[in-house]
């Protein structure tokens, strides 16, 4: 986000896109439907026990957890941006 002179007394605002890295580094839910997909992985490679069946379970929560509240601001923000 930037402030631009337009020629009036009101600065406007001007919203940058940013990229799919800077993205994910700004953003906690991403991280966190990314800690969930580590999870996953990491339940998949054990493949026995229950230990992998847990991580496969909690992975997947924070998948879906993660990805909702990324959609979730995401659309509550849409609003505000022009």
Known sequence: ?????????EPSVVYE????VERFKNSFSLKLAAA???????????QTGVMAAVL?????????????MYAFIQWSLQGTQG
Not at 1 to 9: I, K
Not at 17 to 20: A, K, S
Not at 36 to 46: C, E, S
Not at 56 to 64: H, P, S, T, Y
């Open 17 to 20: 896109n940013p990229g799919p």
């Open 1 to 9: 986000m930037s402030l631009e002179a337009d020629g009036t007394d």
């Open 36 to 46: 969930g997909l580590a999870l996953i992985v990491i339940g998949f490679i054990l």
């Open 56 to 68: 496969a379970v909690w992975g997947g929560a924070l998948v879906v957890i993660g990805i909702g």
